[in-house]
Nanobody, 117 residues
Framework: DVQLVESGGGLVQPGESLRLSCSTS????????MSWVRQAPGKEREGVAR????????YYADSVNGRFTISQDNAKNTVYLQMNNLKSEDTAQYYC???????????WGQGTQVTVS
């Protein structure tokens, strides 16, 4: 079975940090890439960070660039999101997602809540 399991969310104050983890199994981790996507109540889903698992190239949304860092551990089939200098507007449910061959979202985790207040 395909599984993506996020962890590391929680309640923090503005300016603090969190590190999210996404442990995966049941599919080829290195096929294309992984993303962290967030959604706040009443807002559109936003892809905040993406990593190409082969090259390690990364992409960040403007809203998090310079504060968030996505990384991967191919040996553990795990992707991370280091979030520094958190702001109230970062409050959302955070999901990890895998990408298929044409960068479509393919598999999703169940999400982990991040609340900055």
């Amino acid at each position: 079975d395909v599984q993506l399991v996020e962890s590391g969310g929680g309640l923090v104050q503005p300016g603090e940090s969190l590190r999210l983890s996404c442990s995966t199994s049941g599919f080829t981790f290195s096929t294309r890439g992984m993303s962290w996507v967030r959604q706040a109540p009443g807002k559109e889903r936003e892809g905040v960070a993406r990593i190409a698992t082969g090259s390690g190239n990364t992409y960040y949304a403007d809203s998090v660039n310079g504060r968030f860092t996505i990384s991967q551990d191919n040996a553990k089939n795990t992707v991370y999101l280091q979030m520094n200098n958190l702001k109230s507007e970062d409050t959302a449910q955070y999901y990890c997602a895998s990408h298929g061959n044409v960068w479509e979202y393919k598999f999703w985790g169940q999400g982990t809540q991040v609340t900055v207040s």
